[in-house]
């Protein structure tokens, strides 16, 4: 396939470079797109140096267009890029219309089927959140949903990385904090405020984590309330979770399908200090999940614990897997 990756130089970009080399994926040709800014850089693919290039206003030269350069960029040249290409669309530019499927792999493959050239990739705090609970779902069916989020830095891409790594030297140097991505200084702090606030008191980033739900686990009735949480690490969206479940559910039950669930990494054994954790899920391509416990606020429900790496689970990897399915036909 030829491969278009727009906004290659940001953080998810250098990821899907990464991703695409190591999961072989069957590149015949690279294009490598970013603002006029970049042009003339390159990047290593597979030991080669890549030029990057603007982007320009036309439709681009390859059968597939990875794209993670904003949501305003999505928006201005998808339906361009859709003329001659299939677009993986990574910004929520398109993730909420109808006839967009919006895809993760593990869970709504069969979604894919009717697209017409734009494919929307999840917001990654929801990608990270449902490979846990979508097999508990389908095991238990979950009515309610609490999420609180522990959500890193790179979430705003390079910028929001370079400024916690500064702006911690500039802490400890006993300096001022400067702070332009986030909305005050994230080096020891957190900040309750990821994008922008809504009517109804919650974040646009908290909705998303509710619409996206809804439709990536086609069910519009499962109610979800989240409280989303800037916290200064570099990679890594953790989530501590609260399901209450319509049918019978417990700790051991919930082990069990989460064992068996493709994506996950069952790291549950308290015993032995063995959680999910930003320091173990950094890079890793499964989400991280334990702490699984019985509810103590609903009568049957389970507290759990999960930490993804969102440049991965959360963007790049679902990105290439979603390219994957392209390639073969849609059984599930
Ligand atoms: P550039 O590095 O040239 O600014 P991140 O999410 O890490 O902030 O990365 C954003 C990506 O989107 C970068 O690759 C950035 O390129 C790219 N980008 C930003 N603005 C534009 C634009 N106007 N046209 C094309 N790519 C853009």
């Given at each position: 396939m030829r491969i278009g990756i727009v906004g290659a130089t940001g953080a998810v970009g250098k990821e899907l470079l990464n991703v695409l080399e190591k999961r072989n994926f069957p590149v015949s040709e690279l294009r490598l797109y970013a603002s006029a800014r970049s042009a003339g850089?390159?990047?290593?693919?597979?030991?080669?140096?890549?030029?990057?290039?603007?982007?320009p206003?036309?439709?681009l030269p390859v059968d597939v267009v990875l794209a993670s350069a904003g949501g305003g960029i999505s928006k201005r040249y998808a339906p361009i890029w859709a003329m001659q290409s299939v677009v993986i669309d990574n910004s929520s530019a398109f993730r909420y219309e109808p006839d967009v499927?919006?895809?993760?792999?593990e869970i709504n493959a069969h979604a894919m089927r009717h697209h017409k050239n734009i494919i929307a990739n999840p917001n990654c705090t929801?990608?990270?959140?449902?490979?846990?609970?979508?097999?508990?779902?389908k095991a238990f069916k979950a009515r309610r949903v609490i999420v609180s989020t522990y959500q890193s830095a790179s979430g705003a891409g390079a910028s929001g990385m370079e400024e916690l790594l500064h702006g911690t030297k500039e802490f400890l140097a006993g300096h001022p904090v400067e702070h332009k991505t986030f909305a005050y200084p994230?080096?020891?702090?957190?900040?309750?405020?990821?994008?922008?606030?809504?009517?109804?008191?919650?974040?646009k980033e908290e909705m998303k984590v509710l619409w996206e739900t809804q439709k990536i686990m086609e069910d519009p009735q499962i109610r979800v309330s989240c409280t989303a949480v800037r916290v200064p690490?570099?990679?890594?969206?953790?989530?501590?979770?609260?399901v209450e479940f319509e049918h019978p559910v417990s700790p051991e039950a919930a082990r069990e399908v989460l064992r068996a669930a493709p994506g996950v990494d069952l790291v549950d054994d308290p015993t032995n200090r063995r959680y999910p954790m930003p320091l173990t899920a950094t890079g890793k391509f499964n989400v991280e999940v334990g702490r699984i416990r019985k509810s103590l606020a609903f009568d049957n429900g389970l507290d759990f614990f999960?930490?993804?790496?969102?440049?991965?689970?959360?963007?790049?990897?679902?990105?290439?897997?979603?390219?994957?399915?392209?390639?073969?036909?849609?059984?599930?």
């Open positions: 850089r390159s990047l290593l693919f597979r030991g080669k140096e890549i030029p990057v290039e603007a982007l206003e036309t439709p499927p919006l895809i993760v792999p929801t990608a990270i959140l449902l490979m846990a609970l979508y097999p508990l779902h994230l080096p020891f702090n957190v900040i309750p405020q990821i994008d922008a606030f809504q009517e109804n008191g919650y974040t690490t570099l990679r890594v969206h953790s989530e501590a979770v609260t999960v930490a993804g790496d969102q440049l991965l689970k959360g963007a790049a990897l679902n990105a290439v897997q979603i390219a994957e399915l392209l390639q073969k036909p849609i059984t599930t």
